[in-house]
């Protein structure tokens, strides 16, 4: 019995030894994979939103692979030529969320909407397509105040002949017709040319409360262009 006792206290041991050993080895692994480092994308500097994102604004930069989340950007591919939803931060972790390729587009919440001419008091004349900007009610009852509390969307802005305002080194029709995507979408964002008629990317309800307020004609749009457009002018409107 003392012999049968001593060989199963001797095989518990060794077992819970193997166990140590084992449980030793996974943390070290672990450890070591926390220390390994994986190289994602962040901007060299502030990006406002709205900006097209090029090359030479990010950067790489390492970060131990344990506080890699999932979303983060590690190819260039990703987000060139996409358009900066958000603002992004200097040294900011770029997430596939906060760059949209086609921003241009609405959502599936919404529809793009003419606006018309008589509906608007004043309009900014350096929007373009993809800007963001908000809307504001002047006159009618009440005080002029600010129509929705988040920026609009503008899908296009059109000339006088409606001709969507183009880029001439780059025509939208062209790009179009070659079927690049993403030119096409370039072009847009750098038009140039006098706005006679905008378009914005509405909800059904952000319809129907622009048009209760102007179809009386008693009060009418202010359409601006939001503050991060107009601190990020120089960048954004680059020839």
Request: aromatic share 6%.
């Amino acid at each position: 019995m003392n012999r049968k006792r001593s060989l199963l206290i001797s095989l518990t041991a060794a077992l819970l030894a193997g166990a140590l050993v084992y449980g030793v080895y996974v943390l070290q692994v672990k450890q070591v994979e926390l220390q390994q480092t994986v190289s994602i994308l962040v901007p060299k500097s502030f990006i406002p939103s709205g900006t097209m994102i090029t090359s030479d604004m990010v950067e790489a930069m390492p970060i131990v692979a344990g506080a890699f989340q999932e979303g983060m950007v590690t190819e260039l591919s990703a987000i060139v030529g996409g358009e900066a939803v958000v603002p992004l931060g200097t040294q900011e972790p770029i997430l596939q969320w906060k760059v949209d390729r086609f921003h241009l587009l609405p959502n599936r919440t919404q529809s793009t909407f003419h606006i018309p001419k008589e509906y608007i008091l004043s309009l900014s004349g350096g929007i373009r397509a993809g800007d963001q900007v908000e809307l504001y009610i002047s006159g009618g009852e009440g005080e002029s105040r600010q129509l929705f509390d988040r920026a609009i969307t503008v899908a296009s802005v059109k000339s006088s002949a409606n001709i969507e305002v183009d880029n001439p080194k780059n025509s939208n029709l062209t790009s179009k017709l070659n079927s690049d995507a993403e030119r096409m979408y370039a072009s847009r964002r750098e038009a140039n040319g006098t706005i006679d008629q905008i378009n914005l990317n509405l909800t059904g309800e952000e319809w129907l409360t622009i048009d209760g307020y102007c179809k009386t004609k008693k009060a009418k749009l202010v359409i601006a262009l939001t503050a991060s457009y107009a601190l990020g002018e120089d960048n954004l409107r680059k020839p």
